[in-house]
């Protein structure tokens, strides 16, 4: 995929964001995000893969971790589809992002509310109080470290701890995905199941070492997660670790 310099933002005239100001654009980019996250079942893998590079493009920046290794199939695909961005901007992942949300989803509306950082929340099933989290909420709460809707989705949620969701993962799963070892810790101490296994037979410890987030791997490891469970193609934690230094760290 070729990288072109962004010289200007005409392609945001159909959205009505001022790319003067972040917090609009944020605000765009965190509803489609939440949207995605509703509808993922539904969308091809192809698209999936398309709109995680953006997102971590977006977050991230440019791709930081080494390419994993040729088994480790789920991996490889969105490293490489991450990498392919190479130096792009994370305001232009973003729009990017937010522009092809918009084309999957012509009839979202993405219009501002009166609040500005707090619109994700003020939107969502927890904030009205009338029914309880839906798992596109929890996935939120994880992903930018709020321990206090965490905890409070698993009082209310308590014989969900460790079920899958649609996308056959558990919330272990996504915090050890994106190395979020606050909330690792947090969900480890309310006893969830640390070698829970997802659709594909991967354990929190199969993301943490594919994606070389080591402090959550070292935290795992101290909690009994296992090394010698296998996935869906028969693949260790230790087989499918990003790079030598982490299989180091697994087979210690």
């Given at each position: 995929m070729a990288n072109q310099a962004v010289d200007d933002y005409s392609d945001l005239i159909d959205l009505g964001i001022d790319v003067n100001e972040d917090d609009i654009l944020n605000n765009k980019f965190n509803k489609c995000v939440m949207h995605i996250q509703s509808i993922a079942g539904s969308l091809a893998n192809e698209t999936l893969l398309k709109l995680y590079a953006f997102y971590k493009q977006s977050n991230d920046g440019q791709c930081n971790i080494?390419?994993?290794?040729?088994?480790?199939?789920?991996?490889?695909?969105?490293?490489?589809?991450?990498i392919s961005l190479g130096n792009m901007s994370k305001n232009e992942a973003k729009i990017k992002y937010i522009n092809s949300v918009v084309e999957i989803c012509p009839d979202l509306s993405l219009e501002e509310t009166q609040s500005k950082p707090e619109t994700w929340i003020k939107v969502s099933s927890m904030a009205q109080n009338d029914h309880s989290p839906s798992e596109k909420d929890i996935c939120d709460y994880i992903r930018s470290s709020d321990c206090k809707n965490v905890r409070e989705y698993l009082v209310v949620n308590s014989n969900c701890k460790n079920k899958l969701d649609k996308n056959g993962m558990g919330l272990l799963h996504y915090a050890s995905d994106i190395g979020n070892l606050k909330i690792l810790e947090l969900l480890a101490s309310e006893g969830l199941n640390i070698n829970l296994q997802d659709s594909d037979g991967q354990t929190p410890l199969h993301y943490a070492a594919s994606c070389g987030h080591i402090d959550c791997i070292k935290f795992l490891l101290s909690?009994?997660?296992?090394?010698?469970?296998?996935?869906?193609?028969?693949?260790?934690?230790?087989?499918?670790?990003?790079?030598?230094?982490?299989?180091?760290?697994?087979?210690?």
């Open positions: 080494p390419k994993p290794s040729w088994y480790d199939m789920k991996g490889k695909a969105k490293w490489e589809a991450w909690k009994g997660a296992r090394c010698d469970i296998t996935d869906a193609e028969n693949c260790t934690p230790i087989e499918v670790a990003c790079d030598d230094s982490v299989k180091a760290m697994l087979t210690d």
